[in-house]
Nanobody
Framework: VQLVESGGGSVQAGGSLRLSCSAS????????MGWVRQAPGKEREGVGA????????FYADSVKGRFTIYRDSAPNTLSLQMMSLKPEDSAMYYC???????????????????????WGQGTQVTVS
């Protein structure tokens, strides 16, 4: 599975950005797809996860109410709409994926990031 992120950039605090993750090479199996971020000098943080089997979505408390994960109209594309951005949201954002059989695995993946097998190259988000 290949993942390619796009849509990062710089924005002022309070602004919005949308990131997209285009996936290719996936089988017909169900997957957990996630957004993970890492700021310099900090641990990776799971931002949100999506279960392709039924559409269940989970968010980290730090972004709940501000970030929205959704399936884009473009084929095999998962987007992350980020609103009310804060300077502490600045980070490299990665799209990640793993095979999953239940929505619970998507929730679990938020705190067990090493379970993600496939990773994109990342896209930078800077909030000032």
């Amino acid at each position: 599975v290949q993942l390619v992120e796009s849509g990062g950039g710089s924005v002022q605090a309070g602004g919005s950005l949308r990131l997209s993750c285009s996936a290719s090479g996936a089988t017909s199996s169900t997957y957990c797809m996630g957004w993970v971020r890492q700021a310099p000098g900090k641990e990776r943080e799971g931002v949100g996860a999506f279960y392709t089997g039924g559409g269940a979505i989970f968010y980290a408390d730090s972004v709940k109410g501000r970030f929205t994960i959704y399936r884009d109209s473009a084929p095999n594309t998962l987007s992350l709409q980020m609103m009310s951005l804060k300077p502490e949201d600045s980070a490299m954002y990665y799209c990640a994926a793993r095979l999953c059989a239940t929505p619970g695995q998507a929730l679990n993946a938020l705190s067990n990031l090493e379970a993600f097998r496939y990773w994109g190259q990342g896209t930078q988000v800077t909030v000032s």
